[in-house]
């Protein structure tokens, strides 16, 4: 099985990161490839960074569908994920979304924790998208910057001491409101004592599940395929890369 994983920033060392995250989840047999965009902003924080990202995402992905068997967008809160879908004809799994179901089953509530205090619009938008909005006790800013999770041992801190103030507001299951914070689930959970929910290797699971399920977006109603138009992209992206383990 072969799983793309777009990054909605340009770093490359965050990409680098998420795929890490992600092939620690994957099955055995599973490949996994990372995607950086090639234009955009560096760190995805406040609307006018996720609508550029989620251009920037959708111009990476096209074309890129027969390499692949489904994509996973590691983009907390970003936009895109709609749109995504009408475009390929693979499972398209939001990490926001399959960080938000897994959650549900493990408790009444969960809470988020992100980065800065203005994502929280964006993450609340997104998560009311998927119909999961209303088992969220609440979302939770650390005052990081994305570009700021580099440092683990502040961003737990930070972290921990938002999530506090989640499971003050009802969360009895915490989710990572980040791709760059893939990694901190088992030492904040161990912290806590309570499940923490990594999006990005909830996605990559699901993602596993629909494929292996042979089951993909439907083209019925809203993500049905985008009517025949004259479309004006940027130059074509890149071959793929191959697929590695």
């Given amino acids: 099985m072969r799983i793309v994983v777009t990054n909605c920033n340009t770093t490359r060392s965050m990409t680098e ?5 992600a092939r620690h989840a994957a099955a055995p047999g599973t490949t996994i490839t990372g995607l950086t965009p090639a234009w955009g902003p560096e760190s995805a924080e406040g609307w006018l960074d996720s609508y550029l990202s989620a251009a920037a995402v959708l111009d990476t992905l096209r074309g890129y569908e027969d390499a692949y ?4 967008m590691a983009g ?7 749109g995504a879908r009408e475009l390929l004809d693979v499972p398209v799994v939001d990490i926001t979304e399959a960080a938000a179901h897994l959650a549900c089953l493990l408790g009444r509530r969960y ?3 992100t980065t800065l205090d203005r994502a929280r619009g964006q993450i609340e938008d ?3 998208a998927a119909g999961v909005a209303r088992n969220c006790a609440a979302v939770v800013g650390t005052g990081l910057g994305v570009l700021d999770l580099g440092d683990e041992e502040a961003t737990l801190r930070a972290f921990l001491g938002a999530a506090g103030r989640a499971r003050d507001a009802g969360a009895e299951v915490l989710v990572l409101g980040c791709a ?8 904040v959970g161990a912290a806590l004592d309570m499940p923490v929910v990594d999006g990005v290797a909830a996605a990559v ?11 993909t977006t439907s083209r019925i109603g809203g993500y049905a395929k985008p009517l025949p138009k004259s479309r004006t992209w940027a130059p074509p992206p890149p071959p793929p890369p191959p697929p590695s383990e």
Avoid: N
């Fill in 76 to 82: 907390f809160g970003e936009h895109g994920r709609e």
């Fill in 69 to 72: 068997d489904a994509v996973v």
């Fill in 17 to 21: 990161e998420i795929v890490r995250g």
């Fill in 205 to 215: 699971k699901l993602a596993e599940s629909l494929v292996g399920l042979g089951l």
């Fill in 111 to 113: 809470g988020v924790v």
């Fill in 180 to 187: 760059g914070m893939t990694g901190l689930q088992e030492k």
């Fill in 126 to 128: 997104s998560l009311h």
